[in-house]
């Protein structure tokens, strides 16, 4: 019989090669995935414009888009304006041409514009909680009847601030 010389020698090699050289080792361990999320909002508000005024009561509508972390509680105040002696329940708007003229407004958290929006919080704010989506807040605004100031364009910044 007769065996092949490459054979021989491939089978002695197999043979005196130590087991472990043909099997693959492993080294395993974890680590640890972390993040933190911190409560955030943004804030967002359109203008609200009265248009034309006739000593007629005007009524207009602003609105506020707040985005905060999901479940996080937040109060939305807004202050009195710039209007020197304006406060946050009577509110005025000056003339940009004649700017010691006032015409006075309201501000309300609600549809029959009864509750007076403010910056109290737990008295004149508006309080929500934060869902995944943006929450959007109407601003009811009023200019009452039988106001009779000068010809002018009126004007008035509201800060609105969210506080969580």
């Known amino acids: 019989m007769r065996i092949s010389f490459g ?3 491939g089978a002695a090699i197999a043979f005196l090669a130590p087991a472990n050289i043909a099997q693959a080792q492993t080294a395993t361990t974890t680590f640890q995935v972390t993040a933190t999320v911190l409560k955030f ?4 508000a359109t203008p609200l414009a009265f248009g034309n ?13 707040v985005t905060c972390t999901n479940g996080t509680g937040y109060d939305i105040g807004l202050d009195a304006g710039g209007a020197a002696g304006a406060t946050v329940t009577t ?3 000056s003339g940009t ?8 407004y309201f501000l309300y958290r609600d549809t029959g514009r009864t509750l007076n929006w403010g910056t109290t919080i737990g008295t004149d704010t508006l309080r929500l909680t934060a869902g995944v ?32």
């Not at 909002?41 to 967002?44: F, M, P």
């Not at 005024?53 to 888009?65: F, G, Q």
Request: aromatic share 10%; glycine share 4%.
């Open 133 to 164: 989506v943006p929450i959007i807040s109407t601003v009811y605004g009023r200019i009452p009847a039988g106001q009779f100031v000068a010809p002018d364009a009126y004007l008035d910044t509201i800060n609105v601030t969210v506080t969580y």
């Open 53 to 65: 005024y006739t000593t007629v009561e005007a009524l207009s509508t602003s609105t506020i888009t």
């Open 97 to 104: 041409t004649v700017t010691a003229a006032r015409l006075n």
């Open 41 to 44: 909002c943004t804030v967002v």
């Open 91 to 93: 509110r005025q708007m």
């Open 7 to 9: 054979l021989f020698i």
